[in-house]
């Protein structure tokens, strides 16, 4: 079945750098588009960044364009965000997600809390 662990996240201050991994199985992980997605508490989900199975081809929202940087590494099966210059505006639950044989899949959530 198809599985999408999510590690890292955490608290950081404005300012800082928190780097997500997304470990993905069940399905062929190199050939799929990935994205990341967050919500805020009270807000609807918005999507973060998209990135192509190669990797050449990545999307961001205009709210993380320039901070945040999507990458894959397809030998792993592994999806990563980092996020930099983080702002409080940035906290959230983040989510890996990817859509297979016509079905959604979401990672478990992770919480990313920017405060000083």
């Known amino acids: 079945q198809v599985q999408l662990v999510q590690s890292g996240g955490g608290l950081v201050q404005p300012g800082g750098s928190l780097r997500l991994s997304c470990a993905a199985s069940g399905f062929p992980f190199s050939t799929y588009t990935m994205m990341w997605h967050r919500q805020a508490p009270g807000k609807e989900r918005e999507l973060v960044a998209t990135?192509?199975?190669?990797?050449?081809?990545?999307i961001y929202a205009d709210s993380v364009k320039g901070r945040f940087t999507i990458s894959r590494d397809n030998g792993k099966n592994t999806v990563y965000l980092q996020m930099d210059s983080l702002k409080p505006e940035d906290t959230a639950a983040y989510y890996c997600n990817t859509y297979y044989r016509r079905t959604q899949y979401w990672g478990q959530g992770t919480q990313v809390t920017v405060s000083s």
């Open positions: 990135i192509d199975s190669t990797g050449g081809s990545t």
